[in-house]
């Protein structure tokens, strides 16, 4: 009915046909539900949460429950948090309970107040009194709340993902990473120069440790992930991370492998445990420390301390360490890089540094993604050693990237990116934070991900370089030797400022392209890395998704469409039947035609025009691979001398 202006109802002048009402002819209500249970808002409040087990689970694993009560199940994880935070010189762990001290996550929590631990008998200490909040394996959807609540900078952004800062370091800090030396790491790990395990001693980690533990038991409340390392089940590691704020647990709830709720009621102990206290700095009066951050490995201990930095990365790259120790223990390769496989089964690994494209290559719509950026190699094949993927987000394009961009929604966190302030939509262009924003993501927001994230034998090994000198050919084939020559060395060329015009590039090497996570001396990993490609048959392929037609400044990155019908052409096979001329200096093989790809660019001469310019920096970059490599000329790789001798030949000649 319309209303006039005096707000009195008029007759319109045709009614509009009768309502039907009910054909009782009772009244007409506008809603025939029963009348809510609930005599107050706060039970009307509790009606709305439902128990359910505290995790995400990834499938349906079959499995059976274990037979002890629920309450003594909580009671028994609760101990064993408390015994992880525990203080080792007052010798007890903190009272602990589980939810949230603001009351509304506790109401909906399986435990009660009263299941504390452990009370410390004698009161040594106000810590001691208090409890600490355990907020155990949340879900997203509670760790977004716990962000957006209690965390600065972090924001819903318009699609659903959260925004964070990682605070003052958006970046590793490889220089801050210390490992404890004791009588067994002194023989078994790599140690001096080159080596990226800077030593510190057993009482100065103690020190560390007590100092986050302290940090982390003087909070409210903890959070707490008990998740598993590699997808291989017979190879599984299970680790706790204990932080303080939502955006780590959230991030390494998707970069773990998440436990399904049966997998989580029998966890029982972790293998290996991080205490991230990342938002209080180390004391730089403590030995060793040179600066306010510092990032401690303990193999014996099994644990990891985290100091002055918040950037998650620190996180899942302290795991990748302990895998480069623990997998070669066991006979299996460790390796920094991406890994997908056809439909066929044929599994490509692409080795990288950073930013040279594992993950944007190894996410590739036609096939079955493994993983983007840490792997094992054992007699049964590859496998995954995270449960979700990194990538880097600077100018992210749907066009170009669609599977990354389409992973980007809720559940994933979004680092140090910029966003509209009011349509919250990010803008990925925008490098006002850093140029290093990533996204983390649930390996199973990719749509054709491999799962569970395994797969035989590799078949192609793709060595990515960023060249940005622009004289590594696209695409080069490589024999054995020279893919482990170019696997030791570990190169890539990155510039250094984008800000103030042209910059030089810098050659960096990095050993088995990642000797910032690696614990062995590096010819271990190479020749456990000949040894399985020998015997797999597998063939080696360096690829620049650098530049091409003059270094940076003058020539441009080679195109992406580009660089993937290359690996195409890789994975297909038809790449192995080309015709193949040699290159001067590095003496790589070099396709003549590839599909999709114009001819003329596969030789890097043909598309500089300043041919003296070429071969200068061409003799430049070979003088720099050739004195990287002096280091390894005195070490033999693997039993094979015959191979140790034809690797040491494989290098640039001139
Ligand atoms: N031709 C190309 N090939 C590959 N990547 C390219 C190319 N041109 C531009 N890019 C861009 O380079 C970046 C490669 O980064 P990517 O995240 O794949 O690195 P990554 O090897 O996974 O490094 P990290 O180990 O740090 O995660 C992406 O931003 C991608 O869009
Ligand atoms: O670890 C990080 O911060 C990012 C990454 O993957 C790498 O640098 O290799
Ligand atoms: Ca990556
Ligand atoms: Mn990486």
Same mark, same amino acid.
């Given at each position: 009915?319309?209303?006039?202006?005096?707000?009195?109802?008029?007759?319109?002048?045709?009614?509009?046909?009768?309502?039907?009402?009910?054909?009782?002819?009772g009244?007409?209500?506008?809603?025939?539900?029963k009348?809510?249970?609930?005599?107050?808002i706060?039970?009307?409040?509790?009606?709305?949460?439902?128990r359910?087990?505290?995790?995400?689970?990834?499938d349906?694993?079959?499995?059976?429950?274990?037979?002890?009560?629920e309450?003594e199940r909580?009671?028994?994880?609760?101990?064993?948090?408390? /015994?992880? @935070?525990?203080?080792?010189?007052? &010798?007890t762990? =903190?009272?602990?309970? !589980?939810?949230d001290?603001?009351?509304k996550v *506790?109401?909906?929590?399986?435990?009660?107040?009263?299941h504390?631990i452990?009370?410390?008998t004698?009161?040594?200490?106000?810590?001691s009194l208090?409890?600490t909040h355990v907020?155990?394996?949340?879900?997203?959807a509670?760790l977004?709340?716990?962000?957006?609540?209690y965390e600065k900078?972090?924001?819903?952004?318009?699609?659903?993902?959260? /925004?964070? @800062?990682?605070?003052?370091?958006? &970046?590793r800090? =490889?220089?801050?990473k !210390?490992?404890?030396i004791?009588?067994?790491? *002194?023989?078994?790990?790599w140690w001096?120069?080159?080596?990226?395990?800077?030593?510190?001693?057993?009482?100065t980690?103690?020190?560390?440790?007590e100092?986050?533990?302290?940090?982390l038991?003087?909070?409210?409340?903890?959070f707490?992930?008990?998740?598993f390392?590699?997808?291989?089940?017979?190879n599984r590691?299970?680790v706790?991370?204990?932080?303080?704020?939502?955006?780590?647990?959230?991030?390494?709830h998707n970069?773990?492998? !998440?436990?399904?709720?049966?997998?989580?009621?029998?966890?029982?102990t972790?293998?290996?445990?991080?205490?991230?206290?990342?938002?209080?700095?180390?004391?730089?009066?403590?030995?060793?420390m040179?600066?306010?951050?510092s990032?401690?490995l303990?193999?014996?201990?099994?644990e990891?301390?985290?100091?002055?930095?918040?950037?998650?990365?620190?996180?899942?790259?302290?795991?990748?360490?302990?895998m480069?120790?623990?997998?070669?223990?066991?006979?299996?390769?460790?390796?920094?890089?991406g890994?997908?496989m056809?439909?066929?089964?044929?599994?490509?690994?692409?080795?990288?540094?950073?930013?040279?494209?594992?993950?944007t290559l190894?996410?590739?719509?036609?096939?079955?993604?493994?993983?983007?950026?840490e792997?094992c190699?054992?007699?049964?094949g590859?496998s995954?050693?995270e449960?979700?993927?990194y990538?880097?987000?600077?100018d992210l394009?749907?066009?170009?990237?669609p599977?990354?961009?389409?992973?980007?929604?809720?559940?994933?966190?979004?680092?140090?990116?910029?966003?509209?302030?009011?349509?919250?939509?990010?803008?990925?262009g925008?490098?006002s934070?850093t140029?290093?924003?990533?996204?983390a993501?649930p390996i199973?927001?990719?749509p054709?991900?491999k799962?569970?994230?395994?797969?035989p034998?590799p078949?192609?090994?793709?060595l990515?370089a960023?060249?940005?000198?622009?004289?590594?050919?696209?695409?080069?084939?490589l024999?054995l030797a020279?893919?482990?020559?170019?696997?030791?060395s570990g190169y890539?060329?990155?510039?250094?400022?984008?800000e103030?015009?042209?910059k030089?590039?810098?050659a960096?090497?990095?050993?088995c392209f990642?000797?910032?996570?690696?614990?062995?001396?590096?010819?271990?990993?190479?020749?456990?890395?000949?040894?399985k490609?020998?015997?797999?048959?597998?063939?080696?392929?360096?690829?620049?998704?650098g530049?091409?037609?003059?270094?940076?400044?003058?020539?441009n990155?080679i195109?992406?469409?580009y660089?993937?019908k290359?690996?195409d052409?890789?994975?297909?096979?038809?790449?192995?039947n080309?015709?193949?001329?040699?290159?001067e200096?590095?003496?790589?093989?070099i396709p003549?035609?590839?599909?999709g790809?114009p001819?003329?660019?596969l030789?890097?001469?043909?598309?500089?025009?300043?041919k003296?310019?070429y071969?200068?920096?061409?003799?430049?970059?070979a003088?720099?691979?050739?004195k990287?490599?002096?280091t390894?000329t005195?070490y033999k790789?693997?039993k094979?001398?015959k191979?140790?001798?034809e690797?040491?030949?494989a290098?640039?000649?001139?």
């Open positions: 009915m319309a209303a006039n202006g005096n707000g009195v109802s008029t007759t319109p002048k045709s009614p509009l046909a009768r309502i039907q009402t009910q054909k009782n002819g009244i007409c209500h506008d809603d025939s539900g009348p809510v249970k609930a005599q107050t706060d039970e009307l409040h509790s009606l709305q949460k439902k359910s087990a505290p995790t995400t689970p990834l349906g694993v079959q499995g059976t429950f274990a037979t002890i009560s309450d909580q009671r028994q994880q609760l101990q064993s948090i408390s /015994a992880s @935070l525990a203080s080792l010189t007052r &010798g762990g =903190p009272k602990v309970v !589980r939810g001290p603001a009351g *506790q109401s909906v929590s399986h435990v009660a107040h009263h504390h452990e009370a410390p004698i009161s040594v200490s106000d810590s208090k409890f907020l155990y394996n949340l879900s997203p509670e977004y709340e716990q962000a957006i609540k900078g972090s924001f819903i952004t318009s699609i659903g993902a959260l /925004a964070t @800062l990682s605070g003052a370091k958006t &970046g800090s =490889p220089r801050d !210390r490992v404890v004791d009588d067994t790491t *002194q023989d078994e790990l001096g120069k080159g080596s990226p395990n800077i030593e510190m001693d057993e009482h980690f103690m020190v560390n440790r100092r986050a533990v302290d940090y038991n003087s909070l409210d409340k903890v707490v992930n008990d998740q390392l590699n997808w291989d089940p017979q590691i299970k706790r991370i204990v932080s303080a704020r939502a955006y780590h647990s959230l991030f390494m970069m773990c492998i !998440r436990p399904t709720p049966e997998e989580l009621e029998n966890f029982g972790p293998d290996f445990t991080i205490y991230n206290a990342g938002q209080f700095p180390c004391n730089r009066y403590t030995h060793y040179t600066s306010s951050t990032i401690d303990n193999l014996a201990r099994r990891m301390v985290i100091l002055g930095t918040q950037y998650a990365g620190e996180m899942k790259k302290g795991l990748f360490s302990v480069h120790y623990l997998m070669p223990m066991r006979q299996i390769l460790s390796l920094h890089s890994c997908n056809g439909k066929d089964g044929d599994v490509a690994l692409f080795f990288g540094l950073s930013g040279t494209g594992k993950t190894s996410t590739d719509h036609n096939r079955y993604l493994i993983g983007d950026d792997h190699w054992s007699d049964n590859v995954n050693i449960g979700g993927c990538a880097k987000c600077i394009s749907r066009e170009k990237e599977d990354i961009w389409n992973a980007i929604k809720f559940g994933t966190v979004l680092e140090n990116v910029v966003f509209d302030e009011h349509t919250r939509e990010v803008v990925y925008d490098k934070v140029e290093n924003t990533r996204a993501y199973e927001y990719i054709n991900a799962i569970p994230c395994v797969g034998h078949k192609n090994v793709i990515l960023c060249d940005a000198f622009g004289v590594l050919p696209p695409v080069s084939k024999s020279q893919t482990m020559y170019h696997f030791i890539t060329a990155l510039v250094a400022g984008t103030d015009g042209i030089e590039p810098t960096t090497f990095s050993a990642g000797a910032a996570f690696i614990m062995l001396h590096p010819t271990k990993y190479a020749a456990m890395l000949a040894e490609m020998l015997k797999h048959g597998a063939t080696g392929w360096l690829v620049n998704t530049w091409s037609g003059g270094s940076y400044g003058s020539g990155r195109k992406l469409p660089t993937r290359i690996i052409a890789i994975h297909s096979g038809s790449l192995l080309a015709t193949y001329h040699k290159t200096v590095f003496g790589l093989d003549t035609e590839i599909e790809v001819s003329e660019i030789h890097p001469e043909n598309t500089w025009a300043d003296k310019a071969k200068e920096t061409l003799l430049k970059l003088g720099l691979f050739k990287n490599f002096e390894f005195n790789i693997g094979d001398n191979l140790t001798e690797i040491l030949a290098g640039p000649n001139f």
